[in-house]
Structures are given as structure tokens and as C-alpha cells.
């Protein structure tokens, strides 16, 4: 049960919101020897808007969800293709739905850094491209050290 309301009105105060995301009915997958598999349901729960800037607090996670940290485009001037380069950390959720510090056993997986390109031209940079494709991904690696408080290992 409810123990406050959502101050945004987008829950109904227990801190999560339920989706349910269902394919087009004319989505299907071949899966070898002539089958298909058809429209896909996925089933899931989000933390609310309402908890997301509340401060974290002392407890056990329960569940873990994401939040990104850092976040920049890229875009080859040569390949005429972008990107996004996203770091992504772990946000550990207590029972009653409040994020909660990210220590000891809350602490599970470590941030990740994403290329969200498609890669299917990043083979070959010329080589400013490159310089300027490392130069995110550090700054981008830096912003993952900073979120899991990982200290400099040349310091």
C-alpha cells in the first residue's frame, strides 16, 4: 500500500511505475526451419520520477535499475555517421522503492561505458577522427570512475 502520494501524480506513491510494451502484431522473427516467432510483450517495472531526485539512503537493494551519467555525440566527418557515447551506472533500489547508497552488497555491477553507433563503419577512422573518438571515450571513462568512486590507479 501506498504510503504517500507522487508529488508528479505519475504513480500511485509506491516509487514505481509498471509497463507493458507489446510489438506490432505484424513483427516476426524467423528462428530457422521455417518458424517465426511473433510479436514480442515485455514486462517491466521503472522507478518513478518522484524517487529519482530524493537523496540516496542507508538499506539493501532489492532491485537495481540505470541511470546515465554522462553522455556525448560523435560524429565522423568523414563517414558522415553519429553516435552517442553513454555511460550508464547502476542504481540500487530498496523494497519500498528508495534508491539507496551504492556500497558493500548494493554495490553489483560497475558503470559501463556504451557506444549506441552503428558500428558497422567505425573499422576505420582517419586519424583525427580517432584522436577525437578517444578523447570522448576518456572523458567518458573518467565519468564512470567518478560515479563508482574508483581511484586513479597512477595516483
Same mark, same amino acid.
Given at each position: 500500500m501506498a504510503s504517500e502520494t507522487c508529488p508528479l501524480g505519475l504513480c500511485d506513491g509506491s516509487g514505481q511505475i509498471k509497463y507493458v510494451e507489446r510489438e506490432p502484431e505484424n513483427v516476426r522473427r524467423p528462428i530457422g526451419d521455417g518458424l517465426e516467432l511473433g510479436p514480442m510483450v515485455t514486462h517491466g517495472t521503472n522507478l518513478?520520477?518522484?524517487? +529519482?531526485?530524493?537523496?540516496?539512503?542507508?538499506?539493501?537493494?532489492? +532491485? +537495481? #535499475?540505470?541511470?546515465?551519467?554522462y553522455s556525448a555525440e560523435w560524429e565522423s566527418s568523414v563517414h558522415q555517421h553519429e553516435g552517442e557515447i553513454v555511460v550508464r551506472g547502476e542504481v540500487p533500489v530498496s523494497e519500498d522503492?528508495?534508491?539507496v547508497h551504492r556500497t558493500g552488497e548494493?554495490?553489483?555491477?560497475? #558503470? #559501463?561505458?556504451? %557506444?549506441?553507433?552503428?558500428?558497422? +563503419?567505425?573499422?576505420?577512422?582517419?586519424?583525427?577522427?580517432?584522436?577525437? %573518438?578517444?578523447?570522448?571515450?576518456?572523458?567518458?571513462?573518467?565519468?564512470?570512475?567518478?560515479?563508482?568512486?574508483?581511484?586513479?590507479?597512477?595516483?
Open positions: 518513478c520520477k518522484c524517487r +529519482w531526485e530524493r537523496e540516496p539512503r542507508s538499506g539493501d537493494a532489492r +532491485w +537495481w #535499475t540505470s541511470r546515465s551519467v522503492n528508495f534508491i548494493n554495490f553489483y555491477y560497475p #558503470t #559501463t561505458v556504451d %557506444l549506441d553507433f552503428d558500428q558497422d +563503419w567505425l573499422h576505420s577512422l582517419f586519424p583525427d577522427e580517432a584522436r577525437d %573518438l578517444a578523447a570522448k571515450l576518456i572523458a567518458a571513462a573518467d565519468a564512470a570512475d567518478a560515479y563508482d568512486k574508483v581511484p586513479d590507479v597512477a595516483a
